[in-house]
């Protein structure tokens, strides 16, 4: 059975950085076609905000294109979010997701299969 489980949110200050991790268990990461970060606040619908193709191309959400990093550890079955800059915008539930079916865009989130629990990110001004 997949497991994921994110950590690394928390609460910072306008222009601060946080890193998140996902660690998977039950499936290796490179077997997965898509991994992904996706965000979501209250009344709204689920955003893709970094994904990674299983051949290693990243594609990133418009609004964080150059403040946000994804990265993938296959030794250690872990998928990362550097995330610079950070805005308070940003502020959201921080979800880590992983597919196995090549469909749809790695932003996508109808082309994951297996998500985390979420991670909360808050950015105060």
């Known amino acids: 059975q997949v497991q994921l489980v994110e950590s690394g949110g928390g609460s910072v200050q306008a222009g601060g950085s946080l890193r998140l991790s996902c660690a998977a268990s039950?499936?290796?990461?490179?077997?997965?076609?898509?991994m992904g970060w996706f965000r979501q606040v209250p009344g709204k619908e689920r955003e893709g905000v970094a994904g990674i193709h299983i051949a290693g191309s990243t594609r990133y959400a418009d609004s964080v294109k150059g403040r946000f990093t994804i990265s993938r550890d296959n030794a250690k079955n872990t998928l990362y979010l550097q995330m610079m800059s950070l805005k308070p915008e940003d502020t959201a539930m921080y979800y880590c997701?992983?597919?196995?079916?090549?469909?749809?865009?790695?932003?996508?989130?109808?082309?994951?299969?297996?998500w985390g629990q979420g991670t909360q990110v808050t950015v105060s001004s």
């Open positions: 997701a992983t597919g196995i079916r090549p469909y749809g865009s790695s932003l996508d989130s109808s082309a994951y299969d297996y």
């Open positions: 039950g499936y290796h990461y490179t077997s997965y076609y898509y």
